[in-house]
């Protein structure tokens, strides 16, 4: 591993997202992509998916675009990135635009569905816990985009028996 590719991008992405909190914890909005890099980290995946994963929310929720990432972490991750960022609002409604979330990551390479995985595991708790109401609507959108990126043929290695917990329990 290139850990200097990774670091710049720990760098970039937390000037990036400084100053944001979590909406329901509080937290510094950054802790989120770091948590997720490091499932991405602990399942074995690449360089590029690590650093896709400490980025994933960059383009999203920031001023960063997806040719600063290419130019700065290069086409691999730029288009890792682009399957995990949600379509902008003007695109319609929050159902359209979870549609094209899920056509989008149905297409996506393994490694960004292994990273949306634990980008939704992270996020998972927090809303299961602060906003009961909002989870259900979301818990559904989740389990139609498990189906559409075909989860349960990933290869989660010694992790499958949680992942499948994690699964069913959604």
């Avoid at 399942?43 to 590029?48: H, I, R, V």
């Avoid at 899920?102 to 906003?131: M, Q, T, Y």
């Amino acid at each position: 591993m290139v850990e200097s590719r990774i670091e710049h991008a720990r760098i970039w992405a937390g000037m990036k997202h400084k100053g944001q909190c979590r909406k329901y914890t509080g937290e510094p909005y950054f802790e989120h992509p770091l948590a997720v890099s490091e499932l991405v980290r602990e399942q074995g995946l690449s360089e590029t998916a690590i650093v896709a994963a400490i980025l994933h929310d960059t383009v999203e929720d920031t001023d960063a675009t997806l040719e600063e990432v290419w130019e700065l972490f290069g086409e691999e991750v730029a288009e890792y990135v682009w399957y995990l960022t949600k379509p902008p609002e003007f695109v319609g409604n929050r159902s359209v635009r979870k549609e094209h979330d899920r056509n989008r990551l149905s297409l996506a390479p393994e490694e960004v569905k292994f990273i949306k995985f634990f980008d939704i595991i992270h996020n998972a708790g927090s809303i299961k816990k602060h906003d009961m109401t909002f989870y259900n609507v979301w818990r559904h959108e989740m389990q139609l985009l498990f189906l559409a990126m075909d989860v349960h043929s990933l290869d989660f290695g010694e992790y499958a028996h949680d992942a499948a917990a994690f699964m069913e329990a959604l």
